[in-house]
């Protein structure tokens, strides 16, 4: 059975560094095809594609927040950490971690964290 | 970027009824489309990948359909644990976009 959770701040400071760790079971990602990624959900926006990385190493980030996104694995403790640095109000949402096996279809889902950037 | 339109934005039915959701994309995605349904408060469910594949679990009621830009999530007999928000989402270019969502209620 495969699982995810998301942890890290509920609350965040505009222009802070935003940490969310996505903890893993049930699959390994050096397997081969496997990718978790990152998905937004923002009141009155669509879902939104953050991040995502690949069981090689490859890493691929969503246009809007390509500057500020960074992705990365720890396949010894099946986490992977997003990173978004100099947050603003606009990125409060709620944040999923998310588990594919083909293709870029989110197959699996964390219960998503809140963050709000407030000051 | 690719933009998925879904629509209706809202449709209204009742136990029973055939459910017809439209998502139209704004260039070819081939058949690199899915569907998710989201219960308030929780995460999005996959329920049918390249347009017509049900994902594990997924009851039969649920067929996905389309090729191209036109794709329908048809739900035949609608139960109520369906009356949910679903979306789309393209595989076929990075990011792959999600549609803005069809709220099926009651």
């Known amino acids: 059975q495969i699982t995810l959770e998301e942890s890290g701040p509920t609350l965040v400071k505009p222009t802070q560094t935003l940490t969310l760790t996505c903890t893993f079971s049930g699959f390994s990602l050096s397997t081969s095809g496997v990718r978790v990624g990152w998905i937004r959900q923002s009141p009155g926006r669509a879902l939104e594609w953050l991040a995502l990385i690949y069981w090689d190493g490859d890493k691929r980030y969503g246009p809007s927040l390509k500057s500020s996104l960074s992705i990365t694995k720890d396949t010894s403790k099946n986490q992977v950490v997003l990173t978004m640095t100099n947050v603003d109000p606009a990125d409060t949402g709620t944040y999923y971690c998310?588990?594919?096996?083909?293709?870029?279809?989110?197959?699996?889902w964390g219960q998503g964290t809140l963050v709000t950037v407030s000051s | 970027e690719i933009v998925l339109t879904q629509s209706p934005a809202t449709l209204s039915l009742s136990p029973g009824d055939r459910a017809t959701l439209s998502c139209r994309a704004s260039q070819s995605v081939l058949n690199y489309l899915a569907w998710y349904q989201q219960k308030p408060g929780q995460a999005p469910r996959l329920l049918i990948y390249?347009?017509?594949n049900r994902a594990t679990g997924i009851p039969a009621r649920f067929s996905g359909s389309g090729f191209g830009t036109d794709f329908t999530l048809t739900i035949s007999s609608l139960e109520s644990g369906d009356f949910a928000i679903y979306y789309c989402q393209q595989r076929s270019d990075w990011p792959g976009t999600f549609g803005g969502g069809t709220k099926v209620e009651i």
């Open positions: 390249d347009a017509s």
């Open positions: 998310a588990h594919s096996s083909y293709g870029d279809y989110l197959g699996s």
